[in-house]
């Protein structure tokens, strides 16, 4: 199955072209049945990544613009009183799909953001006191602008820490663009994209992943490094065991994409920073100017790099 998810990612890598390491996180992430926040200015392809995505697996999709009026009923459902039936019926909302792109998150207000957190969580959704089971694979690709941006809502710390990975998306390389002009990447490729995986491929994939070895002593170099996190005074907020296991099951996941049944001390640093950053928060005495999410990963950098990798 290794060989299949191989495919996977070369027909992401044909529409989102010179962003190697952005689809490799993407295929972490939904591997490891997690879900992705992309961050970025307009234009970059977080949007095309994640219609890719959902085409190349063949999958349901759904795509939800967020806007500061949105009410959490316009994602969830709403329940609505039938005349004829006599009795009250769900109306299921745009979050009941496989590939959720909740687009701009970062737009609407943390009322209505909130609203993803039991489904993120639990893969289920509640609506007047009734669970409502969602359909699998489920996963929540979310995009926002950078938080500096005008008209934006921090995202609250329990919504960013039901992420397990965040991806920041910059400017593409010239001759990325200028395969995206000539019309050989971007969107505008969406069409020809034919679907390599099914719903229940990406189910199997999962559950080789969560086989894929994790030896004690890299067991105590995340807990080493989450440990430091909690020890350090640049931190208001350190990173929590959801965060710890977010990490564990991403590196799986590397593993597995790289055709390895077991797991590497490298697996895990790689794939700290964007699995740790987004949880943390600076202490107010240790915020600048600068941009606090890359001073975060600053501090999580050199926190990593003070502690010994096993052998």
Not at 69 to 82: A, E, Q, R
Not at 178 to 205: F, M, N, Q, S, T
Not at 217 to 246: C, F, H, K, N, W
Request: proline share 6%; aromatic share 6%; net charge negative.
């Amino acid at each position: 199955m290794a060989a299949t998810a191989a495919q996977l990612e070369n027909a992401l890598r044909m529409i989102i072209r010179g962003k190697d390491d952005v689809v490799r996180l993407t295929l972490v992430a939904i591997l490891a049945r997690g879900h992705l926040l992309l961050e970025g200015v307009p234009g970059v392809g977080k949007t095309t990544l994640a219609h890719a995505l959902a085409r190349a697996i063949d999958c349901d999709f759904q795509r939800v613009q967020f806007t500061s009026d949105m009410l959490p009923s316009d994602v969830l459902g709403i329940s609505i009183y039938s005349s004829l039936e006599g009795k009250f019926e769900f109306k299921p909302g745009p979050i009941f799909t496989n590939v959720l792109l909740a687009d701009e998150i970062n737009r609407t207000t943390p009322k209505t953001q909130s609203a993803l957190l039991e489904a993120m969580n639990e893969r289920q959704v509640t609506v007047d006191g009734h669970s409502h089971p969602l359909p699998q694979p489920f996963l929540v690709i979310a995009t926002q602008n950078p938080v500096e941006h005008h008209g934006t809502y921090p995202l609250p710390e329990s919504q960013m820490d039901r992420f397990m990975l965040r991806v920041r998306m910059t400017y593409p390389e010239p001759e990325g663009e200028r395969e995206i002009l000539r019309g050989r990447a971007g969107a505008v490729r969406l069409d020809d994209l034919h679907p390599v995986l099914k719903a229940e491929d990406i189910l199997a994939l999962q559950e080789e992943v969560r086989q894929v070895q994790v030896d004690d002593s890299l067991l105590d170099y995340v807990l080493r490094i989450v440990q430091r996190t909690r020890e350090s005074e640049q931190l208001a907020l350190a990173v929590s065991p959801r965060g710890s296991l977010m990490l564990f099951h991403a590196a799986q996941a590397m593993a597995y994409l790289e055709g390895r049944t077991f797991c590497k001390p490298d697996d895990f640093k790689r794939l700290a920073i964007p699995a740790f950053a987004h949880r943390v928060v600076l202490s107010n005495r240790t915020a600048l100017s600068i941009k606090r999410s890359e001073q975060a990963e600053h501090i999580l950098r050199d926190l990593i790099d003070s502690v010994p990798v096993p052998i």
